[in-house]
């Protein structure tokens, strides 16, 4: 999704700089990454106009807390786009903290209308849109190659359909022997090995992580 907004004339209009906070590695590897990318956000903050902060659930909602805070203390304008469902953010034990990020920002992005019904219940919002996910595809028409792919790219968990697919997959994969089915992402790996094993479609499926 980065990519599709660097590819865009927005983001050269703008002049935009995106700051990656977290990595998939070991603890020491994701603090020291995060500690590069707050001094690279101090240094950038003073020139900055607006600030487009990304964040999810639990570790992710305190780890985006300090570029906030520091966002709020400079008088800049603030983006929160959200990208959770809605059942982390209303059981989370951190409401307070959604709710300082809800009340303050400027405009918070979030990803499907019954997001917004379901938030907007518990929590009060300065001014909030939806805003689906974009996604550019490039197909290469010039290629003689039989295999074929399906993507997912994702949380794996109920909410996002991955097991009803791989139910799905399991009910025509067998026919198409071409197709294979990768899958990327994190989350009950435990049970997407398990159903991948059940189905007995480990050799058409490919899960390869974050």
Not at 102 to 119: C, E, M, P, V, W
Not at 155 to 170: E, T
């Amino acid at each position: 999704m980065i990519h599709t907004y660097e590819s865009t004339k927005v983001w050269r209009k703008w002049n935009c700089i995106w700051i990656s906070t977290y990595n998939d590695k070991s603890n020491l590897h994701k603090i020291i990454y995060f500690l590069i990318g707050f001094f690279k956000f101090i240094l950038n903050l003073p020139f900055s106009k607006i600030i487009h902060i990304h964040l999810s659930w639990h570790i992710s909602a305190v780890r985006k807390f300090p570029f906030f805070i520091l966002s709020y203390l400079f008088k800049k304008k603030i983006i929160i786009h959200l990208h959770s469902g809605a059942e982390p953010i209303v059981n989370s034990k951190l409401r307070k903290l959604y709710n300082f990020y809800f009340q303050n920002a400027d405009i918070t992005i979030l990803l499907a209308q019954s997001i917004k019904y379901s938030l907007e219940n518990i929590y009060s919002f300065k001014k909030v849109i939806v805003l689906y996910n974009s996604s550019n595809i490039s197909l290469n028409k010039k290629s003689n190659s039989s295999q074929k792919y399906i993507l997912f790219t994702g949380h794996i968990n109920d909410n996002k359909g991955i097991f009803d697919l791989l139910k799905a997959f399991s009910l025509i994969c067998k026919n198409h022997p071409s197709w294979k089915l990768i899958i990327a992402g994190i989350g009950d790996v435990k049970k997407l090995n398990f159903l991948i094993n059940k189905y007995q479609i480990s050799d058409q499926v490919d899960f390869i992580g974050w």
